[in-house]
């Protein structure tokens, strides 16, 4: 067992134990730091433990929890997950030509290029998938598979000027 006597501390007059936790107070009695189990240590320099909490806030080995996250830049992650909703910026009908006007005017590749067997089956509630590509390439040896019963409707925008 260590013992640690206040005067061996510099700055601090008195240590202060109470249930799960250990409190320092300074000469002018004013609580220097501590408190372990409630985390709230107040230091300067190089903290070590298993897992950091703030608020809402829980930094541990396994990543960072967080709510309502306010950021500005670039967010990156392996996933993203929800129905989107809430995004703004983004586009489902192709790409962006550019910037201030033509952020509204879009363009996409007009073939859509099979590599790998595929099986186009909508759920139950549909019977039609479809595509906003004016052409679907088949590669070779490949297959794509239209469930019987449903339909796979292709220039679903009717952009194909032919």
Do not use: W
């Not at 859509?112 to 759920?123: D, H």
Request: charge should be negative.
């Amino acid at each position: 067992m260590t013992v640690i006597r206040p005067n061996s501390i510099s700055g601090v007059t008195s240590i202060t134990a109470h249930d799960q936790s250990i409190e320092f107070y300074k000469s002018d009695g004013t609580l220097s730091g501590g408190n372990l189990d409630g985390v709230n240590i107040n230091t300067a320099g190089i903290l070590t433990a298993s897992n950091f909490k703030s608020g809402t806030s829980n930094v541990h080995s396994t990543g960072y929890e967080c709510t309502n996250v306010n950021a500005s830049g670039i967010i990156t992650a392996a996933q993203f997950s929800g129905d989107g909703g809430g995004l703004t910026g983004v586009s489902g009908l192709g790409t962006a030509l550019g910037t201030g006007l033509l952020t509204n005017v879009f363009y996409f590749d007009k073939t859509l290029t099979v590599t790998s067997n595929t099986t186009v089956n909508p759920p139950a509630s549909a019977s039609t998938a479809y595509t906003h590509f004016t052409e679907v390439e088949i590669a070779d040896g490949i297959e794509l598979t239209i469930e019987d019963g449903d339909a796979f409707l292709i220039d679903v925008l009717g952009l194909d000027p032919t």
